[in-house]
C-alpha cells in the first residue's frame, strides 16, 4: 500500500489532540489535513475527493463525531469512517453500529491507529475492486 497516496482527515476542535493525532500519521506515510470541528470537515470534505478516510473525535461542539457521520453518510461520502473517544468504545459502536470503526483515546491509541486505518482502507479498495 501507498500510505502517501492515502489522505487523511482528523477532525477535533483540541488543536494539540490533533496535531499528536496527526503527527502519528503522519510518521507512518499518511497525508494528514486537519479540520478544526464537524463544521470545517464537511467544508473541506466536501470540496477534496481525495480524501480516503475519516478520523474523527467523537465529542465536539455544534456537531458531535456520531453526527459527522450520519451527515457524511447522508450526502453520499461513504468513505472509511473512524471514530476516537474516551467513551467506551463498545458502548458507542452498539449506539451507532454502522460507524466502520471507534478507538479509544488511551496510551495504546497512537500506535493501534496507523495498523487500524491501513486496515479500513485495504477493506474499502477491497470493496471497490468487487
Same mark, same amino acid.
Given at each position: 500500500m501507498k500510505e502517501a497516496e492515502n489522505r487523511i482527515i482528523v477532525v477535533d476542535d483540541d488543536s494539540f489532540a490533533?496535531? #499528536?493525532i496527526g503527527m502519528a500519521l503522519?510518521?507512518?506515510g499518511f497525508e494528514v489535513i486537519m479540520a478544526d470541528g464537524g463544521i470545517d /470537515? #464537511?467544508?473541506k470534505i466536501s470540496v477534496d475527493p481525495s480524501i480516503k478516510i475519516i478520523v474523527s473525535d467523537m465529542?465536539?461542539?455544534l456537531i458531535n463525531g456520531a453526527e459527522l457521520f450520519e451527515? #457524511?453518510?447522508?450526502n453520499g461520502f461513504n468513505q472509511p469512517f473512524l471514530l476516537l473517544t474516551g467513551e467506551d468504545p463498545e458502548a458507542l459502536l452498539? +449506539?451507532?453500529p454502522y460507524i +466502520?470503526?471507534?478507538l479509544a483515546k488511551d496510551e495504546n491509541m497512537q500506535e493501534a491507529l496507523p495498523s487500524l486505518i491501513k486496515a479500513l482502507i485495504s477493506? /474499502?479498495?477491497a470493496k471497490e475492486t468487487k
Open positions: 490533533a496535531e #499528536l503522519e510518521s507512518a /470537515a #464537511l467544508e465529542n465536539m461542539p451527515e #457524511l453518510r447522508q452498539s +449506539d451507532h +466502520d470503526a471507534i477493506k /474499502a479498495e
